[in-house]
């Protein structure tokens, strides 16, 4: 008989409930996708509307960047410190709040304000539900349920954009925001009933009323309730949350060379969303050709996502996202190279997405995988938060070298090498194996 929720989570079978969990954690990613971008669908409107230069909507579009990687390092934090379900709940309201604020914002600077806001709900929402969709997961599927519910921020991309571009036809840009802040306010009652505190989080940090919550939840799982909870192994007790627990011996090598790889992938990629409309218009094609294109590059990122979540079910999650940054560096070259003709722009960019988008989300389950549960949130988030650095700097770093007179070849080929970097440090990271089940509780385990 197992005694430790753990273990039998680990090893059982994913009960409807847990299915229900990870489907609320990709539909939640899907929403930040759609969040992060509407400033993206409304800025055009805001453009015309205040006559704001190009300088300034620079500005207002960066905000939530910014405001991202702050709420990716502090509320990851706060989530292995307090639980992950207030963290996911407490950034709804945020996100929801920002929404509001930007439709009623009057100048640059509130609005740059509201959406610095809104990212640090959006941040700290990608480290809290990446944490909840391992932990509501067994063993067996727990990477490719963490790396759909990464996909879900694509999806999200994809379904928000059309959705904006009907508000947009019939209504001003601030339709936008109101519609996010509703669709994100929608899921603050589904969250709290679909997704209870996970019970890897309760037994290792046991707040008030620890062991009746985890039984209520292994009997929405059907599940038999345990008596105690397990003691727990040394490290457990004496982990911190802290930011220097995850730079202690043992955890400083995974977390930097995981923060330098995801910087390094995710300056490639946003090379490559920011400078594809600009690069294609170059080419002699028209604005509106070239946004086809980045919708192509958006449709290959959701395929290659889904199918590396197939995949790591028989094959290694390391391997995987290693050939996917491999092949992603491979296709930014091949981009910069320039094509002949719309079909191969549109080819070559789905194809360039569907690989570097995988390596994205794959690396997210290795996140998982590199850090201890008690550190999960802490490290996911100090690892988005510093890393996404590379979503400004990509594009920055692109627009100097073309200024300076850097060939469009020779700047893919320099962009390119973000990827590649991850992929040869990748190597190096050391991953808890997949098919280690919990250690079992010793005799003599006490309650909360």
Not at 315 to 334: D, H, K
Not at 353 to 377: C, D, K, S, T, W
């Amino acid at each position: 008989m197992i005694n430790d929720p753990r273990q039998l989570l680990a090893k059982a079978p994913m009960s409807r409930f847990q299915v229900a969990a990870v489907i609320m954690c990709i539909l939640l990613t899907g929403l930040d996708g759609f969040d992060v971008l509407s400033i993206s669908f409304a800025a055009p409107g805001i453009a015309a509307e205040w006559g704001t230069d190009r300088a300034a909507l620079g500005i207002v579009l960066s905000m939530e960047l910014i405001g991202m990687a702050v709420g990716s390092v502090l509320v990851g934090a706060l989530a292995d410190r307090f639980g992950r379900r207030p963290a996911i709940l407490g950034c709804l309201v945020i996100m929801t709040t920002g929404m509001l604020l930007a439709a009623t914002a009057a100048s640059v600077l509130h609005l740059s304000a509201y959406r610095f806001f809104t990212g640090v709900g959006i941040g700290g929402m990608l480290a809290s539900v990446s944490a909840m969709a391992a932990e509501f997961s067994n063993l067996k599927r727990r990477s490719v349920s963490v790396i759909l519910m990464a996909a879900g921020y694509p999806v999200g991309v994809l379904v928000g954009g059309s959705v904006a571009s009907l508000l947009l036809a019939w209504f001003d840009w601030r339709s936008v925001f109101v519609f996010g802040a509703v669709a994100t306010a929608t899921f603050i009652p589904l969250t709290w009933y679909l997704l209870p505190e996970s019970i890897e989080y309760l037994i290792l940090r046991r707040p008030r009323g620890a062991l009746e919550r985890v039984n209520r939840t292994l009997a929405r799982m059907r599940h038999a309730p345990v008596t105690a909870l397990p003691d727990l192994a040394p490290r457990s007790k004496s982990a911190s949350s802290s930011m220097a627990a995850l730079f202690a011996p043992g955890l400083a090598r995974n977390t930097v060379l995981l923060t330098v790889a995801y910087f390094g992938h995710v300056m490639s990629l946003y090379f490559l969303l920011k400078w594809i409309p600009k690069i294609v218009v170059d080419m002699g094609f028209s604005p509106s050709l070239a946004g086809g294109v980045l919708v192509w590059c958006s449709v290959g990122s959701v395929i290659g996502s889904v199918l590396l979540g197939v995949l790591s079910l028989r094959y290694s999650v390391r391997a995987l996202v290693i050939i996917a940054l491999l092949f992603g560096a491979v296709m930014v070259i091949w981009f910069g190279r320039g094509q002949a003709n719309l079909a191969e722009l549109s080819l070559v960019a789905a194809t360039a997405g569907f690989f570097i988008n995988a390596g994205v989300v794959g690396l997210y389950a290795i996140f998982v995988q590199a850090f201890p549960a008690e550190l999960r949130a802490g490290g996911i988030g100090f690892v988005i938060g510093f890393g996404r650095g590379g979503s400004m700097v990509g594009p920055i770093l692109a627009g100097f070298l073309f200024a300076a007179g850097v060939s469009l070849p020779v700047v893919g080929l320099l962009m390119s090498l973000g990827s590649a970097l991850g992929a040869v440090l990748l190597l190096s990271v050391r991953l808890e194996s997949e098919a280690t089940a919990v250690p079992a509780a010793r005799p003599g385990a006490r309650g909360p």
